[in-house]
């Protein structure tokens, strides 16, 4: 129920922005809007404001905005010199691109959101810095004496992530304050951790690594020793005895089983089990760097498909590490509030600049093709016949529809 909720609130922020910046540049630029709509289906709720409906439907899985004349066909809504199609070029183009800027507006402002506002540590219950004595709001002073930047999570990310791969599995001294501010000194001890993204095991077979991630306790049936990752698990035919967290199975016991080796879907890395805390970046620096991660998504996400696709064991662009549809969105979302109000607010940003994304790519329905459909009207200097340009909606709403049935299907697979 939690992940269903939270799947709905998700979806009807990122679209209703989305939503609401062809909305808003329509009522600017003199464009008569019947109805603003969030979901597909029957209404729930609706309301007439002056000349516009708004409605809440059924299927929280979409929303529209309809406009006067937004086809040009016979039989449309016709409000004369405000039909959508007997405003210029460039008032159509800002109308149709606005939904887009919407969601990158969304996702500058989740992210920005998340990087100012200060953020206590979080500590496993069955880490290494559990075991040491640190708890839920400790906060590290200084690792083998050299003291922590708390200013900003990458701060403070970059400088612990550095000083436990540099330890390569040694104890190490910590300083740290607990909640109440008191200062204690321990020693803690980092563990292995093997993260594992190949599809999952359905018949939680213990003689395979578990999927998710997984506390290595022995190599080639002996103690972890100190090492780098690579060189500690690089060799050919090593085996791993540990316990994974594999979601459908649970925690998973393993002994001598065969590691398949580093990877793009295995990854490894000593961690001491601790979310950190950090004071929060000030205002401007925190939208240059929500910025810099909006700028920066459409080339990672071109680096993740490339190497789900070129990845043998990945499982594929519709596999476990592959695009996701509403039920992985909703398991997603589940998790992010469990993590609390920041999780949730930067899953907001994410799948807003995913839907900025996708709605720049040039299909016919999507935002990216009605633009490429307005190039060619501009290029040609008169637009495609209304019937033609309906036909070709057509057919790229039934390609988005079979996309999302097959996404929908693969995600029911992959989440079982």
Known sequence: MTAIVAFIVVILVCVGFHEFGHFVFGKLLGIRVDEFSIGFGPRLISKQRGETRYAIRALPLGGYV??????????????????????SIP????????????NVLLALICFTIVLVTPTASQVSNSSPAYAAGLRDGSSIVSIDNQPIDHSSAEAVGKFVAHAVDAGKGKAMSVAYRDASGALHHTTIQPELIVYNTSPDNPTCDHSRLPQWW????????????????????????????????????????????????????????????????????????????????VATFPQQTYERVREVVTTSGSGGVFGPNGFQGPVGIAQDAGTQVAQGPQAVIWYIGFISVNLALLNVLPIPFLDGGKILLLGIEAARRRRLAP???????AVGLAMVLMFFVYVTVADLRNHH
């Open 66 to 87: 309809r406009m006067a004349g937004m086809l040009g066909l016979p039989g449309e809504a016709d409000a004369g010199k405000r039909n959508f199609y007997r405003a």
């Open 91 to 102: 008032k159509r183009l800002l109308v149709m691109s606005a939904g887009i800027l919407a």
């Open 214 to 293: 997984s506390t290595i306790t022995a190599i080639n049936g002996h103690p972890v020793g100190l090492g780098t990752p690579a060189s500690l698990l690089g060799a050919k035919h090593v085996t791993v005895s540990g316990i994974g967290q594999d979601p459908p199975c649970g925690p998973t016991q393993f002994t001598n089983i065969p590691f398949p080796g580093l990877s793009g879907t295995v990854d490894s890395a000593w961690k001491i089990g601790v979310g950190l805390d950090y004071a929060g970046e000030p205002v401007l620096p925190a939208i240059r760097d929500a910025a810099v991660e």
């Open 387 to 393: 019937a033609r340009e309906a036909a070709i909606y």
